[in-house]
């Protein structure tokens, strides 16, 4: 049934199915971004390179981060509800460099959005650091902070939660909200690629249809995997998903000993920045699912106050 249909067509089918409280036509305008992509009819091409093995190549949107995919529409959607429910919105970034430059662009001289955006100096790429830096609408703010991903991101969360920072934009009639993955509307959008992707091989015919396949993720906050994760649980015949990890590969020690030990950690700069995460955030959404709500708690704060968790 999807094989005959498009990116954008699978997109709108599967958001149907969460049944979420947006117009229609919203939704149409907002994966209409994906005609923007480098090739409108097939914004993420599935490359083979040997008879086994292919790319999804998810880099062909305007920041060349993947990061684009959730958040051109994702940016469109929250713009249109702002406007039209007559709000002012503070959106918050924190970006290890690929999720600022993304945000900026999606969220650019957008009417009703406001973006604030730390990101770690010295951490980022020269050129991430320049997409944001060089960023020239008025309504975004791009801050560089003392320190690393996990401070900005914990700055955030930090913010997030604080009771005295809302009511300080309430009463300037602003509401709050976040453009990193702590965002479920960001994992919505990055369930479909894994599901079109399989689409992809059924329709070059180098799978069959029901035939089990293994998806390998480089991973930092663990967004892109959550995707998979849930994209499995709806059916997609993932057998195995992957992890890729650089130096900081504290997901590599939670996954094969089943141990989160951020004590004897320090988050190391490497060359794949985007992956130097040490607080995996999304982390928290995989323990809900296979745990529940009272232990994940337990867990999370544990994290939180004694540096390590043991589910
Ligand atoms: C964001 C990003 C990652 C990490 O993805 P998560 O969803 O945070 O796990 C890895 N590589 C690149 C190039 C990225 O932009």
């Not at 060349?64 to 469109?76: E, I, S, T, V």
């Not at 479909?192 to 091989?201: E, K, P, Q, R, W």
């Not at 939670?254 to 490497?270: F, N, P, S």
Request: aromatic share 8%.
């Amino acid at each position: 049934m999807l094989l005959k249909k498009s990116y954008k067509e699978i997109t709108l089918d599967i958001l149907k199915r969460f049944n979420i409280d947006i117009e229609e036509e919203i939704m149409q305008k907002a994966v209409s971004l994906y005609d923007t992509f480098d090739d409108a009819n097939d914004p993420t091409p599935l490359k083979q390179i040997e008879d086994d093995l292919f790319v999804n190549e998810l880099y062909h949107g305007p920041t060349r981060a993947f990061k684009d995919m959730a958040l051109q529409p994702f940016g469109y959607i929250l713009s249109h509800l702002a406007q039209k429910l007559n709000e002012e919105y503070l959106i918050l970034a924190a970006t290890s460099g690929d999720t600022g430059p993304a945000t900026l662009d999606t969220f650019a001289n957008k009417p009703n959005i406001k973006v604030a955006c730390l990101y770690p100096d010295g951490g980022t790429s020269d050129v991430q650091r320049l997409q944001m830096t060089t960023q020239k609408s008025d309504n975004v703010k791009v801050i560089g902070i003392h320190g690393n991903f996990d401070d900005a991101q914990s700055a955030l969360k930090t913010l997030l939660a604080s009771p005295t920072f809302k009511e300080a934009l309430e009463k300037k009639g602003i509401k709050l909200s976040a453009a990193n993955s702590v965002n479920f509307g960001r994992i919505i959008f990055q369930i479909i690629y894994h599901i079109y992707a399989y689409v992809a091989m059924l329709k070059q015919g180098k799978i069959k249809n029901g035939e089990p396949f293994y998806t390998i993720i480089p991973s930092g906050n663990f967004g892109n995997a959550l995707g998979a994760y849930y994209a499995k649980k709806m059916g997609l015949p993932i057998e195995k998903i992957l992890i890729a990890s650089n130096i900081n590969n504290i997901l590599t020690d939670l996954i094969t000993t089943g141990v989160y030990d951020l004590r004897h950690r320090h988050l190391l700069q490497t060359t794949s920045p985007a992956m130097d995460i040490l607080i995996s955030s999304n982390v928290e959404r995989v323990l809900f699912d296979k745990l529940g709500a009272t232990r994940t708690k337990e867990l999370m704060d544990s994290l939180k106050e004694k540096k390590h968790l043991y589910p």
